[in-house]
């Protein structure tokens, strides 16, 4: 059921927002150098890595230094900063949904360097696909402000955050139920425009 409702979901969201994303990807080009789409390999479910979507949001080559984005990153273009407040950079990753890469619900999807990190405990959210949207996003939709209040925000991040977005993303893997689905949707939109 919830693979039904990714496909439907992703199918009209990409239609009914196809000329918002036009105008995102055209603010993109004209604001600052290099193309439009980033991608990024990221670990996926059963541990397959897969090249996640998403609108450039840093300045081109840049992207490669540190994982981490910390509130005030000077790396981040204008346009990127506006796109990141609104989790509008997300928006193509409908496209990875649809290719069976991620679904909407699920754990956000980790570089292979923090997964590595994971406890034989932890790696149990790779048994699900990962998602654009989870409790744990929602919690910690300003993780890049926490993470420029701490001395070393990698260290934080993977002694502190990381553990308790897994903790959290067993919320929806313990009980992935179409309620549950709509549960975290609704949530999300809550969280990022009211």
Known sequence: MTRFLDIVLSLLLLLLLFPFILVIAVCIK????????????????????????????????????????????????????????????????????????????????????????????????????????????IAYANEAELLAQQPDPEAYYIAHIMPEKIRLNTIFISNPSVANYFRVISLTVKKLFF
Not at 77 to 97: A, C, I, S, W
Request: aromatic share 8%.
């Open 30 to 137: 004209l604001s600052s150098e290099g193309r439009v789409l980033f991608r990024q390999k990221r670990v996926g479910k059963d541990g397959e890595e897969f090249l996640m979507i998403k609108f450039r949001t840093m300045s081109t080559g840049k992207e490669h230094l540190g994982q981490l984005t910390v509130g005030g990153d000077t790396r981040i273009t204008p346009v990127g900063r506006f796109l990141r407040k609104y989790k509008l950079d997300e928006l193509p990753q409908l496209v990875n949904v649809l290719l069976g890469d991620m679904s909407i619900v699920g754990p956000r999807p980790e570089v292979k360097k923090y997964v590595a990190l994971y406890t034989p405990e932890q790696r149990l959210i790779l048994k699900v696909r990962p998602g654009i949207t989870d409790f744990a996003s």
